[in-house]
């Protein structure tokens, strides 16, 4: 069961809308030096990578799983993302301790919107809990994101679970609290999540945003 948050946004920050749809597969993938984003999706969410628009699949299938793809843009003021770290804040008293954020831009002429996206995480003893967000300033138009996260083994080196969605930004932030189960217990993992801005027209994107996080799951209580 997913357990929706919901934040009104302070400030610039925007309005984001995750809704990943989490899949742990019985068949895991095998990537190669040249894998990419595309053939994860295709591998986990083969539906909704069919849907997507000719430009963003192009995009996916251009980037390597490999490679961090981090924005250049700096952090913004913390006041300029405000709800944003009010979720932060209210992560930590949920449980959740592992943190990364990216940051972006979108453009238009002289005027310059923040993009970015938050990946907060809780490691459990056979689960790993993931919350995912994404915001952005711009008012006056929605902005399309396409949101990708996946859950990979170091020491297998396969990705044992994805989860993907097409979301509407428009002014105010959003999320989604899921979780990645049945997993080993006092094992490494890494969790990489990337986003796909499609911004509106008029208005270009300074890239894919990207985190990624290594954890390890926690040994079971004993009693």
């Known amino acids: 069961m997913k357990k929706h948050l919901r934040l009104t946004a302070v400030l610039v920050c925007l309005s984001l809308l995750f809704l990943l749809t989490g899949c742990q597969d019985s068949k ?11 053939e994860l999706c295709k591998q986990f969410q083969p539906e909704w990578y069919k ?14 799983l490999n490679e961090n793809h981090s924005s250049a843009v700096s952090e913004p003021n913390p006041s ?5 770290y009010q979720e932060v804040e209210q992560s930590k008293d949920d449980g959740y301790t592992v943190l990364g954020m990216d940051n972006g831009e979108l453009t238009s002429g002289d005027s310059t919107e923040l993009m970015g996206m938050s990946l907060m ?14 915001y952005s300033s711009l008012e006056t ?3 399309e994101v396409c949101l990708v996260i996946a859950l990979s083994d170091p020491e297998s080196g396969t990705y044992q679970a994805a989860a993907a969605s097409t ?9 989604v609290a899921e979780s990645f189960q049945k997993l080993k217990h006092d094992h490494p993992y890494k969790v990489q999540a990337i986003a796909i801005v499609a911004p509106p027209e008029g208005y270009q994107s300074s890239g894919p945003l990207y985190v990624e996080q290594e954890v390890t799951t926690i040994e079971p209580t004993t009693k």
């Open 28 to 38: 895991v993938f095998s990537p190669s030096a040249s894998s990419t984003w595309g």
């Open 51 to 64: 849907a997507l628009p000719d430009e963003v699949s192009a995009q996916l299938d251009s980037l390597l």
């Open 80 to 84: 300029a993302i405000a709800a944003v």
């Open 121 to 134: 995480l809780n490691e459990q003893d056979n689960a790993l809990d993931y919350m995912l967000s994404a």
């Open 141 to 143: 138009a929605p902005t």
């Open 167 to 175: 979301v509407s930004i428009t002014n105010d932030v959003d999320g």
